[in-house]
């Protein structure tokens, strides 16, 4: 069988297993769990928790143990393992632990896939510059695709995700073990200490100032994209809540408007080579902190009906955020490290948007919503008011019934019942991503290296 079909059904399964739950598990948490706010904020931050070491680790294990196919499929059934153990959790506490172990198992296996990939094209005299992109663009295919399904089977808000996501993966770990073997290669000397060997001798690069600046506000915009992922889907499915939006398409279908930002990510790539050589590294840089403004600030004022576009228009600029950050970052890196430290350096990236940044956005954005934006409704008036419907409407009463409220006979409730201020939580994100974007671009000062121009050229070509 064709070596790039088999890396590209590698690819597309690994973010299938991501994208069946990534963005619906909190349809999930607050919907049909109904827990509190600032323990979602930690469950986010798992990821971020298992991408501080895990992916190192690994790495470690691959570089001198065992091969890298064989860890990848250990890894990805004990993933699917833990999937299937999920739906029997009851207590968000212990969710919080077990979702951490999930996160454990699959986190690394994103750079191991990388790995895979770059091995086995290698070995067949294969180009991986000009080889591998259109392999990995099909694993952003496969995460709008599993979103697509757990959307259209009615399982955004069930459990039935995790299982959908643990077949993926039982399947992954199967099938990877089919895979060309990507033997240890034993590159970290015996002699190398253990800050080496653990890739920590990249943090030397905090001594230089920009450096340790642009590392800083990586870890901010890594925060950034936490926010999107682990509240856009349910924030679409809320509107459920207001009787006039009730029978939406957006609601209905929140996670396939949700994976226009996918399809957004898949088409700004080819984009990036002409804002690079047009504007420059850190031109981009700014273009793509800008486009997390509109993000967010498009979301604060969009609805399913008369500002629809704007919902529509704060997914296509999603693309843009991700994909223009991480690519002129990672060329940043590239350019201004030397080949000694170069691999660690981009760790170093990585470990700061995907683990530190993934850790501040969660935990700081589940305690900001629970205590400022989270309200609180004592009776049935109240809460007509918020939704804006009479107190008379049925759907506002089923709602209230599913929530599993009483309503008095004096128009109060059995409990108070809490509801999110979708409205001012994307403003304050908005301002937050404004904040960022005004003092990087106020304190990041930078000019094009010789190095850069030649980058800029060769992806260009």
Not at 97 to 118: D, E, K, R, V, W
Not at 219 to 245: C, I, R, S, W
Not at 280 to 308: C, E, H, Q, S, T
Request: charged share 15%; proline share 2%; glycine share 6%.
């Amino acid at each position: 069988m064709n070596v790039k079909f088999r890396l590209t059904v590698m690819n597309f399964m690994q973010f299938f297993v991501w994208g069946a739950w990534l963005l619906t598990i909190a349809n999930y948490w607050f919907g049909t769990k109904q827990w509190d706010g600032t323990q979602f904020g930690k469950i986010f931050a798992t990821m971020g928790f298992a991408s501080l070491f895990m992916p190192t680790l690994t790495g470690i294990i691959a570089d001198k143990w065992i091969n890298a196919e064989r860890l990848y499929a250990l890894m990805h059934i004990l993933y699917a393992a833990v999937l299937f153990y999920i739906p029997q959790v009851q207590n968000p506490d212990d969710f919080f632990g077990i979702m951490l172990l999930a996160m454990c198992f699959y986190m690394p296996t994103i750079s191991l896939a990388n790995s895979i990939s770059y091995t086995t094209l290698k070995s067949n005299n294969l180009d991986v510059v000009k080889d591998f992109p259109p392999i990995r663009v099909w694993g952003t295919v496969g995460f709008i695709v599993a979103m697509w399904v757990t959307n259209l089977s009615g399982s955004k808000a069930l459990a039935a995700q995790f299982y959908i996501a643990g077949a993926g993966a039982l399947f992954l770990g199967v099938y990877a073990l089919t895979l060309p073997k990507c033997r240890p290669a034993k590159l970290i000397s015996e002699k190398a200490s253990l800050s080496e060997t653990l890739g920590l001798g990249a943090f030397k690069l905090f001594a230089n100032y920009k450096m340790a600046l642009f590392f800083i506000f990586s870890m901010f915009l890594g925060g950034a994209l936490q926010l999107t992922n682990a509240y856009g889907d349910v924030f679409l499915d809320e509107f459920k809540h207001f009787p006039k939006y009730a029978n939406s398409f957006v609601v209905k279908y929140s996670t396939i408007i949700m994976s226009i930002s996918q399809i957004s990510e898949t088409l700004f790539i080819l984009a990036i080579p002409f804002f690079l050589k047009r504007f420059g590294i850190k031109r981009v840089m700014i273009i793509a902190m800008m486009a997390w403004v509109f993000r967010f600030g498009l979301f604060a004022y969009g609805d399913p009906a008369g500002n629809l576009w704007m919902i529509v228009l704060s997914c296509i600029v999603y693309g843009m955020a991700f994909d223009f950050f991480n690519i002129s970052g990672s060329l940043f890196v590239e350019t201004s490290t030397t080949q000694k430290n170069r691999s660690s350096a981009q760790g170093l990236f990585m470990m700061m948007t995907n683990g530190f940044g993934a850790v501040f956005g969660s935990l700081v954005s589940g305690w900001m919503i629970d205590k400022y934006f989270t309200k609180s409704f004592n009776n049935v008036n109240e809460l007509a008011t918020f939704v804006d419907s009479s107190s008379s409407n049925s759907h506002l009463l089923d709602f209230i019934k599913g929530q599993g409220v009483t309503l008095m006979n004096d128009g109060t409730f059995s409990k108070v019942l809490m509801m999110k201020d979708w409205h001012h939580i994307w403003l304050s994100f908005t301002v937050y991503a404004l904040a960022i974007t005004i003092l990087f671009a106020l304190m990041f000062k930078h000019k094009h290296t010789r190095a850069e121009e030649e980058a800029i050229e060769r992806i260009s070509h």
